[in-house]
């Protein structure tokens, strides 16, 4: 099933990171979804903490994504994914 989370409003390092880490995915709480999520998390944090993104600015942060039981394909429902979106703001 799909998941998705972001920050309600753009936010600067260093808050972004303790926003981001408070995110609770909307949607599907399986392990396998919970455990992309996570991961998004992380990867969302390293990409703006890296500055390929620039830095001194705000940021808004969205991340969504789809698990499925055991991270298999069903037959009929979405493959897994993860989608994370940063924009300056």
């Known amino acids: 099933m ?3 989370a972001s920050l309600p409003e753009p936010l600067a390092a260093p ?4 926003a ?3 995110l609770v995915p909307q949607g599907q709480t ?3 979804a919970v455990a ?3 991961q998004a998390k992380l990867a969302a944090k390293a990409l703006i903490e890296s500055g390929a993104l620039g830095t001194g600015c705000e ?5 969504s994504g789809h698990a499925n039981p055991g991270n298999a ?3 009929g429902w979405a493959n897994d994914f993860v989608q994370i979106s940063i ?3």
């Open 30 to 32: 399986i392990g396998e």
């Open 73 to 75: 394909p069903v037959a």
């Open 15 to 18: 808050e972004v990171y303790d």
């Open 36 to 38: 992309a999520a996570d």
């Open 2 to 4: 799909s998941w998705t």
């Open 20 to 22: 981001i880490d408070a």
């Open 87 to 89: 924009t300056q703001n």
């Open 59 to 63: 940021f808004r942060v969205g991340l």
